[in-house]
């Protein structure tokens, strides 16, 4: 059996998921978290978890903040990153991060049970879409987009100031303070090259950031 901790801050999500998995007859669902301090009480309780399905949006920090906790902690954790955003945005972060493969929830379920197989095994699992976006990450300098410089916590940061997010609701949901958020600002300004919210917001749009 395939021991997974479940987390997603969706209860009814986790219970589809759930029954979903645990049908295949291989995998148990010993653990569930609707957000990160949830997530560690279980991975510090539950020592038994081979595979975690991680929401890349959960309540208390990012998805990828999360991946770097927990390889950090448990090293030979795997890692499958489940998420409604698009591989393009996300997906190589996650993986530079630690984990080991990464799905949009509109996946099939098959592809999902195909996924937790495959990393349960210690292997990558890399969809064509993922395939391409590393292979464009790994493009001459000149060829990446401009987001490609960022930082996580810079890419998160200019993702929620396009959706038109105040440096204060930032802050509260990055659990930071608005001074270091401001930094951040600044920073992501500095390293594309404009002068205001406006172009940011007009480059995410322009990207699919948002």
Do not use: C, W
């Not at 990828?64 to 591989?87: F, N, Y």
């Not at 080991?100 to 197989?117: F, H, M």
């Not at 001459?140 to 100031?161: A, G, N, Q, V």
């Amino acid at each position: 059996m395939i021991k997974v901790l479940l987390a997603d801050d969706h209860a009814l999500l986790r219970g589809s998921l759930k029954q979903l998995l645990e049908d295949t007859g291989f995998i148990e669902v010993v653990a569930q978290a609707g957000d990160y301090p949830e997530i560690m009480k279980a991975i510090n309780s539950n020592p038994a978890i081979e595979l975690a399905i991680l929401d890349i949006s959960m309540p208390g920090k990012n998805g990828v903040d999360v991946v770097k906790i927990l390889k950090d902690k448990r090293p030979e954790l795997r890692i499958l990153m489940l998420s409604m955003h698009p591989e393009d945005q996300y997906a190589v972060r996650a993986l530079k991060a630690g984990a080991s493969g990464y799905l949009t929830k509109n996946t099939a379920p098959e592809k999902l049970v195909d996924a937790i197989q495959v990393i349960a095994a210690g292997r990558k699992y890399i969809t064509p879409e993922l395939a391409e976006s590393l292979a464009t990450h790994l493009t001459d300098d000149s060829d990446k987009p401009l987001h490609s410089t960022l930082s996580d916590r810079e890419f998160e940061t200019i993702r929620m100031i396009a959706s038109g997010k105040k440096l204060s609701e930032i802050a509260e949901a990055m659990a930071l303070s608005p001074k270091t958020v401001s930094v951040y600002r600044a920073r992501i300004l500095e390293k594309m090259k404009m002068k205001t919210n406006g172009e940011l917001t007009r480059y995410a749009l322009e990207h699919r950031l948002i």
